[in-house]
Every structure is written in structure tokens, then in C-alpha cells.
């Protein structure tokens, strides 16, 4: 029979499918209950693996997590624990964020580490950026701090907000992120990540980022863009030369009236020119209308970065959609599940670390295997993660476990992605939901409203 501190600690490194065993070793030393701690069994670093793991779990209910923890106590005769997730609940809000900023600071080194044997794009890192919103429970303390859209009725939508995110194109790691109400644009949000930005990295992005004042000041951080030209930039520049028929070198022009984002003083220090690139890129499908691009990006040189490599690269910023698939879809994060921002603030960082705990997985297979990571399915990764998990738990010495390990790998690596250039799935669905109404107003006033479905028509 253990004793609870023993089963809480033994519960801790064997946390639901003991993720700690995989990742565990790389990660900063999990608190310790500090002093007078009343011990209980959801102590910091046993209350980590577990949200941690409902984040990977689809259903990831705190009900799911706490059945986990019950399951592998009783098997060893422990006590019983509540099935209240009260305690639990409360304990998840007890985790403090810059230990969670810590964790995620020290995973993203091991990710660093493991993209090595990677080649980086013209020897430079290359950093993707997008936007998107996620919603939230409708509680009166989330609508607060991030009130729904303002087009919905009262009582009828959910708090949203809006994040950006900052990926790297090599590992596919999610590197920062920047997140606000929903009334705070993209820019605004990805303006606060600039210091994270070194010299020499090259951002990749879409038009919505192209702007004179955003490439003026990244270029003080000498941080190079490759940026989709925006609609709005077809004045205010003159031709310096022209190095082929596709492909021109372009002044930009200081014009227009300040951001409201910058002090008047600001804008005035700003250079009152740019010079850049204006490459033209031709998509051509099979069976499809040749669409033209136009691309802005501060790499002058058409020796070292001829229009074909750039149009190569902004074509891989396709992959920065795929990355948001993998968080909002595969780890289910489109919708959050916490009712207060604190949580949800805790939340996002823990799909953040989950994330990247998948992406280094398949890193460290790619890499076993000679591979492109981009070959290895995330979702399939997280499968594997979740399956083989148990087994190496189970592993009853050091040199069992890591030939386990190098099986689990073995396989990940041979379950490739097949290639499919050009796919191109359209964004729409074949199954058509329930024929239910649609709440217009609050669901207090919601009163006995008929259900709008052809087989009670007729009906008196």
C-alpha cells in the first residue's frame, strides 16, 4: 500500500502515458511545494503532466485527466482519490506563468538543437508569421477581456481573440506568440515579437504584413523580409533597374500620414526612402487560371537570391497554415476551455509547449532517418506519442526504454506523407449539420422556439 506522498510522487513520473519520460530529461527542474505546504496530491509538477496531457487528448475534459490518474493509482492499490475535479481545477490555477515561460524557453532550445542536421535556407533562418482568432467559453469574466465581435447580438456569440504566431520554417517550432481582443490587428499583435527577431533572419509573410514603416524597422534590426506586395503599394516608388523582365530593383517612398501607431516624431526619423525587390511569380496549375504574385523582399542581391529561390520560399509559406491546422485542429485549440483569462492565458501556453513537444519528436525521428521533416505527420506523430507512451512506461531497465525508443522512432519515420504538389483542397465541407435554429438572442430569452425541420411541418 503506498503512502500518499509516495504515490503522489511515484504518480509524478508516471503522469498519463508518462509523457515526463519523454520529454522530462530537457525541461527545467519541475517547484517543489514550497515550505508548509499542506502535501496533496496535485502538486506543481504532477498538475503540469496532466494538463500538459489534456492538451494532446482530444477529449482533454478534467474529468478525463483525473479518471487517468485514477486508473493507474488503483492498479497499485493507493488511495482513492475524489471524483471531484475541484482539487484539480483549483491546482491547474495555482501554476505560475513564468515557470511556464521557462519550460517553453528551454524547450525551444532543445528544438534549436535538434534542427542542426537541418540545412537553413540559403544559410539564413527564416521565421513565418500569421494571424488567427480563437473562441472561448462565454463566461462574464472572458467577455470582459475579450468581448465577441461586435456584430453579434448579446447572449448569441463567444469571446474571441485574436494571435499571432512565429514559426520557424525549418522545424516547424511555434517560437512566440502575441495574443489580444479581437479589435487588436495582426500587426499590432506582431509588432510586440520583434525582439525576438535576430540579425540576419528573414521573415516570410503575406501582404497583410507589408508595410513602408514594418520594413523600415525591421531592416534597423537587419531582420530581411519576403513579403506578397500589397495592393495599396502601387505608387509612391520609382524603377532603379530592372534585372530581367520578372524581377525589379524599386524605390519605395515615405508617403501618407503617420500610423497611429507611431509618434509623429517616429515617422519623421524614419528613411525617407526604400530600396527593395519587386519579383513577379506565375502560379501555374494544371487545370487551373495562371495566377500572378508580385513579391516584395529586401534581399537586393539577384545573384545569391534569384527570383526562382524566392518564389520557391514564399510558396512554403503555405506551411505556416498547415502549422495553425496542426494547433487549432489536431490539438483542438479553436475552441479554449477555461472560463477565466488567467487560465486561458495558462492554456494557450501549454498548447504552445504540447506543440512543440510533438514537433520535437519529429525532429529527432527525421533526423534518425535522414529525412525531411515535413514528411512526418504531425497528427500521426501525436497518435504514436500517445499509443506508445504506455509501453515505455513499462520499460524495466534504461537499455529496454531506449531500444523501445528507437523503435517508436523507426516507425514514425516510415509512416511518411506521400507528395502532393499542388494539392489543393477546397475550404468546405460535405456533411451538413444538424437542422437546428439558430440562437438570435440571449438563451435566457430563448423560449420555446419551434424546431425548423420539415417533418413537423403541417403539424398542428
Same mark, same amino acid.
Given at each position: 500500500?503506498?503512502?500518499?506522498?509516495?504515490?503522489?510522487?511515484?504518480?509524478?513520473?508516471?503522469?498519463?502515458?508518462?509523457?515526463?519520460?519523454?520529454?522530462?530529461?530537457?525541461?527545467?527542474?519541475?517547484?517543489?511545494?514550497?515550505?508548509?505546504?499542506?502535501?496533496?496530491?496535485?502538486?506543481?509538477?504532477?498538475?503540469?503532466?496532466?494538463?500538459?496531457?489534456?492538451?494532446?487528448?482530444?477529449?482533454?475534459?478534467?474529468?478525463?485527466?483525473?479518471?487517468?490518474?485514477?486508473?493507474?493509482?488503483?492498479?497499485?492499490?493507493?488511495?482513492?482519490?475524489?471524483?471531484?475535479?475541484?482539487?484539480?481545477?483549483?491546482?491547474?490555477?495555482?501554476?505560475?506563468?513564468?515557470?511556464?515561460?521557462?519550460?517553453?524557453?528551454?524547450?525551444?532550445?532543445?528544438?534549436?538543437?535538434?534542427?542542426?542536421?537541418?540545412?537553413?535556407?540559403?544559410?539564413?533562418?527564416?521565421?513565418?508569421?500569421?494571424?488567427?482568432?480563437?473562441?472561448?467559453?462565454?463566461?462574464?469574466?472572458?467577455?470582459?477581456?475579450?468581448?465577441?465581435?461586435?456584430?453579434?447580438?448579446?447572449?448569441?456569440?463567444?469571446?474571441?481573440?485574436?494571435?499571432?504566431?512565429?514559426?520557424?520554417?525549418?522545424?516547424?517550432?511555434?517560437?512566440?506568440?502575441?495574443?489580444?481582443?479581437?479589435?487588436?490587428?495582426?500587426?499590432?499583435?506582431?509588432?510586440?515579437?520583434?525582439?525576438?527577431?535576430?540579425?540576419?533572419?528573414?521573415?516570410?509573410?503575406?501582404?497583410?504584413?507589408?508595410?513602408?514603416?514594418?520594413?523600415?524597422?525591421?531592416?534597423?534590426?537587419?531582420?530581411?523580409?519576403?513579403?506578397?506586395?500589397?495592393?495599396?503599394?502601387?505608387?509612391?516608388?520609382?524603377?532603379?533597374?530592372?534585372?530581367?523582365?520578372?524581377?525589379?530593383?524599386?524605390?519605395?517612398?515615405?508617403?501618407?500620414?503617420?500610423?497611429?501607431?507611431?509618434?509623429?516624431?517616429?515617422?519623421?526619423?524614419?528613411?525617407?526612402?526604400?530600396?527593395?525587390?519587386?519579383?513577379?511569380?506565375?502560379?501555374?496549375?494544371?487545370?487551373?487560371?495562371?495566377?500572378?504574385?508580385?513579391?516584395?523582399?529586401?534581399?537586393?542581391?539577384?545573384?545569391?537570391?534569384?527570383?526562382?529561390?524566392?518564389?520557391?520560399?514564399?510558396?512554403?509559406?503555405? +506551411?505556416?497554415? &498547415?502549422? @495553425?491546422?496542426?494547433?487549432?485542429?489536431? =490539438? $483542438?485549440? %479553436?475552441? /479554449?476551455? #477555461?472560463?477565466?483569462?488567467?487560465?486561458?492565458?495558462?492554456?494557450?501556453?501549454?498548447?504552445?509547449?504540447?506543440?512543440?513537444?510533438?514537433?520535437?519528436?519529429?525532429?529527432?525521428?527525421?533526423?534518425?532517418?535522414?529525412?525531411?521533416?515535413?514528411?512526418?505527420?504531425?497528427?500521426?506523430?501525436?497518435?504514436?506519442?500517445?499509443?506508445?507512451?504506455?509501453?515505455?512506461?513499462?520499460?524495466?531497465?534504461?537499455? +529496454?526504454?531506449? &531500444?523501445? @525508443?528507437?523503435?517508436?522512432?523507426?516507425? =514514425? $519515420?516510415? %509512416?511518411? /506523407?506521400? #507528395?502532393?504538389?499542388?494539392?489543393?483542397?477546397?475550404?468546405?465541407?460535405?456533411?451538413?449539420?444538424?437542422?437546428?435554429?439558430?440562437?438570435?438572442?440571449?438563451?435566457?430569452?430563448?423560449?420555446?422556439?419551434?424546431?425548423?425541420?420539415?417533418?413537423?411541418?403541417?403539424?398542428?
Amino acid at each position: 500500500m503506498l503512502t500518499l506522498r509516495s504515490a503522489v510522487r511515484t504518480l509524478c513520473h508516471h503522469t498519463p502515458l508518462a509523457l515526463n519520460q519523454w520529454f522530462g530529461s530537457g525541461l527545467p527542474p519541475l517547484p517543489s511545494p514550497p515550505a508548509g505546504f499542506r502535501y496533496r496530491w496535485f502538486d506543481p509538477a504532477t498538475t503540469f503532466w496532466l494538463f500538459l496531457w489534456q492538451m494532446m487528448d482530444p477529449g482533454r475534459s478534467c474529468r478525463e485527466a483525473l479518471a487517468q490518474a485514477h486508473a493507474w493509482l488503483g492498479g497499485r492499490g493507493s488511495h482513492r482519490l475524489s471524483s471531484s475535479t475541484s482539487a484539480y481545477c483549483q491546482a491547474r490555477a495555482r501554476l505560475v506563468g513564468a515557470w511556464l515561460e521557462r519550460i517553453h524557453r528551454a524547450l525551444l532550445h532543445r528544438l534549436e538543437e535538434a534542427a542542426l542536421p537541418f540545412p537553413l535556407w540559403k544559410g539564413r533562418r527564416v521565421l513565418v508569421a500569421d494571424g488567427t482568432g480563437v473562441s472561448m467559453p462565454d463566461t462574464p469574466a472572458n467577455q470582459a477581456c475579450y468581448p465577441q465581435v461586435p456584430q453579434q447580438k448579446p447572449g448569441c456569440g463567444f469571446p474571441v481573440l485574436r494571435l499571432v504566431g512565429l514559426f520557424s520554417l525549418v522545424s516547424g517550432a511555434w517560437l512566440e506568440m502575441a495574443f489580444g481582443p479581437y479589435s487588436v490587428g495582426e500587426g499590432a499583435l506582431f509588432r510586440t515579437l520583434w525582439s525576438r527577431l535576430r540579425p540576419r533572419d528573414v521573415l516570410l509573410a503575406d501582404r497583410g504584413f507589408c508595410s513602408f514603416a514594418h520594413v523600415a524597422l525591421l531592416g534597423l534590426r537587419q531582420v530581411d523580409c519576403v513579403l506578397r506586395l500589397h495592393a495599396r503599394r502601387s505608387t509612391g516608388l520609382r524603377l532603379l533597374q530592372r534585372f530581367s523582365r520578372h524581377d525589379r530593383l524599386v524605390e519605395w517612398f515615405r508617403r501618407g500620414a503617420c500610423p497611429s501607431w507611431l509618434t509623429p516624431l517616429q515617422w519623421r526619423r524614419l528613411p525617407p526612402t526604400l530600396c527593395v525587390r519587386h519579383v513577379a511569380v506565375s502560379v501555374r496549375r494544371p487545370g487551373y487560371r495562371t495566377r500572378s504574385l508580385i513579391l516584395m523582399t529586401t534581399l537586393l542581391d539577384p545573384r545569391a537570391y534569384p527570383p526562382h529561390a524566392l518564389a520557391e520560399l514564399y510558396l512554403r509559406r503555405w +506551411q505556416v497554415e &498547415l502549422f @495553425l491546422r496542426d494547433i487549432k485542429c489536431t =490539438l $483542438a485549440m %479553436d475552441v /479554449l476551455r #477555461c472560463h477565466t483569462p488567467a487560465l486561458i492565458h495558462k492554456e494557450l501556453r501549454l498548447h504552445q509547449i504540447a506543440y512543440n513537444m510533438v514537433r520535437a519528436l519529429i525532429l529527432q525521428a527525421a533526423a534518425q532517418a535522414a529525412i525531411n521533416p515535413r514528411q512526418i505527420s504531425f497528427a500521426g506523430t501525436l497518435a504514436t506519442l500517445r499509443q506508445w507512451a504506455p509501453v515505455l512506461a513499462s520499460a524495466s531497465s534504461p537499455e +529496454q526504454h531506449a &531500444l523501445l @525508443l528507437h523503435e517508436c522512432l523507426l516507425h =514514425l $519515420a516510415a %509512416d511518411r /506523407l506521400p #507528395c502532393r504538389p499542388g494539392r489543393r483542397e477546397p475550404r468546405a465541407v460535405k456533411r451538413r449539420p444538424k437542422n437546428y435554429q439558430f440562437l438570435t438572442q440571449a438563451r435566457s430569452l430563448f423560449h420555446e422556439v419551434p424546431h425548423r425541420s420539415h417533418c413537423h411541418r403541417g403539424l398542428s
